[in-house]
């Protein structure tokens, strides 16, 4: 019931969404694979690719890093695939930032007992985690406000389907339609433009 | 194939909307109802309401006024009802500078050609009356860059289900989310707010 959980499903539903690949220093999951799931990598070579600009954000979180290869990113983008990324506060608002086009969702639980409900059936967290994985969560919630949508995450699939429904109209704005093209274009009045 | 079909289409999809009733001088078609499709009212009877300040928006469309009724939107609205409007841009643009938070979808053929050929289809209208309504159309496209939405109508189906899209993403964006209340509230952790 994560938000990773609701962006897999996000993806079966769209053909037109990539999952972003992240870096990241945190050890593997039993089920994660290398290169599928995550890049696992070293502290040493996750330093060295944030000196020499390869991530288009990271960010630090539960004692790893986490980062997004940029070049991985805009090869998706300029073939006019959009990218899905499952982020923490810190990664969106460098994303958004980075790159003004992109659409912020803010997935919240739909009440503070069911987001502590929920990391404590995860089961594999000690006490101690669970209580910084608590405040963490509080403490992301200021930048709700840096967020142009909010979902809440009652159901996996009500919530996949309200961030469906926001991936479609997104495509949909006039400023994303009519971009580089006018409108006598679009309806194949300009022979120079696009043919109808 | 208009944009009031797909209206039509969309209100069945969406028990959160009602559709906007407007009072106009236009003769009624065969197949329309007073009181449900239009309220049919006199010259003067429009007049007055234009003067009295009861209309939301009004235009002059092909020889005809057409006009929102303001009290029965603003009963809507504070129910927590949205309502769709059937209208065309001189509306739209008074619409959006009216009620800031309103949502402008702008409805466009697929080309051209098929615009003309639609408008034939009609067989209703004499040639004068085609060639006005052709004329009519292209002068309304420079409003396009007014409206935050575009959607092609290729087929009903696709349409309606784009339009749709729209609806729900947009009662997601966290401005009208958070609009009056705090993340706190929300998550239930303010007793003085909104219960979880």
């Known amino acids: 019931m994560g938000k990773t959980t609701l962006c897999h499903h996000l993806l079966e539903k769209d053909d037109q969404l990539a999952f972003s690949i992240s870096a990241t220093t945190r050890p593997p999951r039993a089920t994660e694979v290398d290169g599928k799931d995550y890049f696992f990598v070293s502290q040493d070579e996750f330093e060295r690719m ?3 600009g390869e991530l288009a954000e ?3 979180v539960h004692g790893h890093y986490y980062g997004t290869p940029k ?3 805009d090869e ?6 959009s990218i899905l990324l499952d982020i923490d506060v810190q990664g969106g608002t460098q994303i958004m930032r980075a790159y003004p086009g992109s659409v912020s969702i803010f997935i919240i639980p739909p009440s503070f007992k069911i987001l502590e409900e929920r990391l404590r059936n995860r089961g594999s967290e000690t006490e101690e985690v669970l209580r910084l994985r608590l405040e963490n969560a509080l403490g992301e919630m200021d930048y709700i406000t840096k967020y142009t949508y ?3 995450n009652d159901t996996v699939g009500a919530a996949v389907e309200k961030m469906h429904s926001i991936v479609r109209a997104e495509r949909l704005r006039r400023d994303r339609i009519l971009e580089g093209i006018t409108w006598r274009q679009l309806l194949g009045l300009d022979e120079r433009g696009v043919k109808s």
Chains 1, 2 share one sequence.
Not at 76 to 81: A, E, F, K, P, S
């Open 50 to 52: 944030k000196k020499e």
């Open 58 to 60: 990271w960010a630090y």
């Open 71 to 73: 070049r991985w990113m």
């Open 76 to 81: 998706q983008l300029n073939r006019g695939i």
């Open 150 to 152: 909010v979902v809440v």
